[in-house]
């Protein structure tokens, strides 16, 4: 294989000129959401200096999208998708910009703050589910993997970027700047999206209400495939995310450094940004399954290492295989969803997978904070690595066609 193949495969850029649009409304857009996250952090943290304020951030961000994902999924199942999604873009951006008038004011206390987020990750829910469906109808089969990458890569490159770029804003502007800045991104948002062509369900539209909803979870349940993905995702979050275990386990292993602490999460990053980066060869193979599994299984054993050694140099290195596995794994078990999934289904299955993304690491860094306080850092690292990749090798022993499955132009 030639180099050139082994680097991020760019064909949707150059194949579709719709999706190069989307990809560009959608990274300028998660750009201002990582400065948003950083200034409500701060406003609340300057209003209430209260750890458990600041917590409740992460809470109003991540309820909103389990409760209100899977019914918004058979939502986005029965309508145009397109505009589904262009009305939750209007939805974020009205939040974001009441968020901007309440920074200029100062007038709004803290729980109007938290509402304002819930609303915008209410409105996030919805239009999640409805871009699910973008990538797989606008690009062939065969590149859809490519198109998940590249969003992969450039999610990640803004999840380094926007919140150092929100640090400087609020020093430089303030803080009712930094929102408006992030409402103004979703224009270029509703840019992207707004030249797509109506994108109704194919086949069946979904069921009203509750009905829907079970219709959903049935598939879920029943496809081996998918429902494996998802397994394997949550088994790699719940098991063994690490952030929450960061800080306990500098101070005890690395002195307590603030600067090791801060390195610890930018490992994870550059390495989710150079995996995606070299993806060319990965996405081009057609194994997404294969991928996943091997992606997942590295991620546990990658963490376990860095729960037993004693050297930041091994640790930050073994935190960059890590991010790298993980991003590899990430978009594998996207690429499984979205070639796996009949269309009509589609809003109600990347509901569920959101809803995975958003609950799993929440759910993982509890666990790891509470093993780590019946015991060690290290030992809540050691112990989650080992069960992801026992569960990990379970999932794939005990699904074949996930481990064996071939992805071709003409079926899943």
């Given at each position: 294989m030639s180099l050139a193949r082994t680097f991020l495969d760019v064909r949707p850029l150059r194949t579709s000129p719709v999706f190069r649009r989307l990809l560009i409304g959608r990274t300028i857009s998660v750009l201002g959401s990582f400065m948003t996250m950083v200034t409500v952090m701060y406003q609340v943290w300057d209003l209430t200096h209260s750890a458990v304020w600041s917590g409740a951030v992460g809470l109003a961000q991540a309820l909103p999208m389990v409760c209100v994902g899977l019914f918004a999924g058979s939502w986005v199942d029965r309508g145009d998708r397109r505009r589904i999604f262009l009305v939750a873009t209007v939805g974020q951006a009205v939040c974001v910009l009441l968020l901007a008038v309440q920074g200029f004011t100062g007038q709004v206390p803290v729980a109007g703050i938290l509402a304002l987020v819930a609303a915008g990750s209410c409105f996030g829910a919805v239009g999640g589910p409805a871009a699910g469906v973008f990538v797989p109808r606008l690009l062939p089969k065969e590149q859809v993997a490519a198109g998940l990458a590249l969003n992969h890569v450039t999610a990640q490159a803004m999840m380094l970027l926007g919140p150092a770029l929100g640090g400087l804003f609020l020093g430089w502007f303030g803080i009712g700047v930094c929102y408006l800045l992030d409402a103004l991104s979703f224009g270029l948002a509703f840019y992207g999206a707004f030249g797509l062509p109506a994108l109704p369900p194919e086949g069946e539209p979904s069921r009203a209400g509750l009905h829907g909803v079970l219709d959903g979870l049935r598939f879920l349940t029943g496809h081996r495939v998918v429902r494996g993905?998802?397994?394997?995702?949550?088994?790699?979050?719940?098991?063994?995310?690490?952030?929450?275990?960061?800080?306990?386990?500098?101070?005890?292993?690395?002195?307590?450094?603030?600067?090791?602490?801060?390195?610890?999460?930018?490992?994870v990053a550059v390495g989710g940004v150079t995996a995606t980066a070299f993806s060319g060869s990965v996405t081009r193979l057609g194994r997404p399954g294969l991928v996943?599994?091997?992606?997942?299984?590295?991620?546990?054993?990658?963490?376990?290492?860095?729960?037993?050694?004693?050297?930041?140099?091994?640790?930050?290195?073994?935190?960059?295989?890590?991010?790298?596995?993980?991003?590899?794994?990430?978009?594998?078990?996207?690429?499984?969803v979205q070639t796996r999934t009949p269309d009509a289904l589609l809003g109600r299955v990347t509901a569920a997978e959101q809803i995975v993304g958003q609950a799993g690491p929440h759910l993982g860094n509890l666990r790891g904070g509470l093993v780590a306080g019946w015991s060690s850092g290290a030992t809540a690292l050691v112990t989650g690595g080992l069960l992801c990749v026992l569960a990990v090798a379970y999932v794939g022993s005990s699904t074949p066609e996930l481990r064996e499955g071939k992805l071709t132009p003409d079926g899943p």
């Open positions: 993905a998802l397994v394997t995702d949550l088994a790699a979050t719940i098991l063994s995310m690490p952030v929450s275990l960061f800080p306990l386990v500098n101070a005890e292993r690395f002195g307590d450094n603030p600067r090791t602490l801060g390195l610890f999460l930018s490992a996943m599994l091997c992606g997942a299984g590295t991620w546990g054993t990658a963490l376990a290492l860095f729960g037993l050694t004693t050297s930041p140099w091994v640790g930050l290195g073994l935190l960059v295989v890590a991010g790298a596995a993980d991003a590899l794994s990430v978009v594998s078990r996207s690429t499984i």
